[in-house]
């Protein structure tokens, strides 16, 4: 088992280079399934989820090889079997997106149910309409733990719409209707810039998706797809931890290879908090500068293109290190305040109120001292890594693999950061 030590009170600076989108790679990586040559895949990021989607393909029989630092190249072709429920495909959410593959490549599936990070129910009932609807005959085993997708007369393009706004299901649905026979409509879409990448891999195989990125997806049916070279966007959301962190230290630093309209709802209260921020000449870098005072400010979660609930976490620690009163709601995961308690140990004043305990009062302004701290899932651990940078004193994180999953290199890349900051086994 290995910790976090970090030295806390240091303003970051420097430059940090974001690593690809795991949300997208992690969907992506599966809908190479789809193509009927091999793929290289470049800016894929070196993270626990990636390793493990790479694993649960391997096991399928497709044929994977780091060609590059970030490039791998991907032969799904090899792929005979449908049913994936060996101990890997348990380990993450995003080994859903195997279903939608195999249905749109060899109509039937069995995966083993998903796992990831826990913030309350997690259900798959929008995955499972959408496969509905597009003809497939679905179950849940629970003796095998799986889900079981079945279309014997194949996948017949239909008009689904998602009763809740969901990344997954929207991608999932889109990935089983590509060969569909005749035209799928997802209305009441995920509007995620991952999506809209995962649109983008599709098409470029040789899928005709129009409308991603917005509430409604349109889908027509081809029979082909061939394999391709692709380069995954970077990351919003390590782009967005690391403006946080930056922020939180009163840094001043460079972020690198970002996409910053994919930033916008974030940037907006960033600058709220009165960190000065500039984009790049070339447009793909932010430079943040929060010497000044930090104001609080009120924030609101919702699917894109509004604050993403994957920023919260990271965002309260960040409004605690302003004077007065935040507020922090979070309207996507029923509860996702789980790493609250170890927070306020540190000194932070925060709250759960609303009469749907969806709501954080954060008093700002508060001196941090540093403590032993376990993360409870990927983006709390990075809201106690912008913790410890901020508290007086040395802290420790254990449960680091939870923040591994989606950080590349993180230690490295906050070390360039000038943050006194070392993995040490506990
Ligand atoms: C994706 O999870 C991300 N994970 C999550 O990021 C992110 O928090 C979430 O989208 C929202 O942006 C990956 O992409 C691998 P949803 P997903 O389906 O697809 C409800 C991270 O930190 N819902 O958009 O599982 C659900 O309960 C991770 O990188 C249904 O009701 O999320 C939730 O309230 C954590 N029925 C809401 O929709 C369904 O069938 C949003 O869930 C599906 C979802």
Not at 5 to 28: D, H, P, Q, R
Not at 227 to 243: K, L
Not at 400 to 417: F, H, M
Request: aromatic letters at 6%; proline letters at 3%; glycine letters at 10%.
């Amino acid at each position: 088992m290995e910790k976090f030590v970090i030295g806390g009170g240091k303003a970051l600076s420097g430059e940090v280079y974001i690593s690809g989108a795991k949300n997208a790679a992690v969907a992506i990586i599966p809908s190479t399934i789809l193509a009927d040559s091999p793929c290289t895949l470049e800016n894929v990021p070196n993270i626990k989820d990636v390793e493990v989607m790479f694993e649960i393909m391997t096991k399928m029989g497709a044929k994977i090889e780091q060609t590059g630092k970030n490039t791998y190249y991907v032969d799904a072709t090899g792929i005979e079997t449908t049913d994936v429920i060996f101990e890997e495909a348990g380990r993450m959410r995003a080994s859903y997106y195997i279903l939608g593959a195999l249905l749109a490549k060899k109509g039937k599936a069995c995966v083993r149910m998903p796992g990831g990070c826990f913030f309350g129910d997690r259900p798959m009932d929008q995955h499972i309409k959408g496969f509905s609807i597009l003809g497939a005959e679905c179950s849940f085993d629970d003796f095998k733990n799986c889900v079981s997708v079945f279309a014997k007369n194949g996948l017949k393009g239909g008009n689904i719409y998602m009763d809740v706004v969901s990344v997954g299901a929207t991608i999932n649905v889109m990935i089983a209707a590509v060969t569909a026979e005749g035209t799928t409509v997802i209305e009441n879409a995920a509007r995620e810039p991952h999506i809209v990448d995962v649109a983008n891999f599709l098409n470029m195989m040789g899928a005709n998706i129009k409308g991603a990125g917005t509430e409604v997806i349109k889908i027509k049916g081809v029979k082909e797809l061939r394999g391709v070279n692709y380069s995954i966007i970077p990351d919003q959301i390590e782009a967005g931890t690391y403006i946080a962190a930056i922020a939180a230290t009163h840094g001043k630093a460079v972020v690198k290879n970002v996409i910053p309209k994919h930033l916008d709802s974030i940037m907006v209260k960033i600058n709220e908090m009165g960190v000065k921020t500039s984009v790049g000449e070339n447009g793909d870098s932010i430079s943040i500068d929060a010497s000044g005072e930090l104001k609080s400010c009120k924030v609101k979660t919702t699917p894109h293109p509004g604050f993403p609930t994957d920023m919260q976490p990271q965002f309260v620690v960040l409004m605690s290190m302003a004077k007065g009163t935040s507020y922090m709601r979070e309207t996507v995961w029923e509860c996702r305040f789980q790493y609250i308690e170890q927070l306020k140990r540190t000194g932070m004043d925060v709250k759960i109120s609303g009469n749907k305990r969806d709501l954080l009062i954060i008093e700002g302004g508060k001196t941090l001292h540093g403590i032993d701290m376990q993360a409870t899932d990927l983006r709390a651990g990075a809201a106690m890594i912008i913790a410890a940078l901020c508290a007086n004193g040395v802290s420790t994180i254990s449960n680091i693999n939870y923040i591994e999953r989606g950080y590349d290199r993180i230690v490295e890349k906050l070390q360039a950061l000038g943050a006194d900051i070392a993995k040490e086994s506990c």
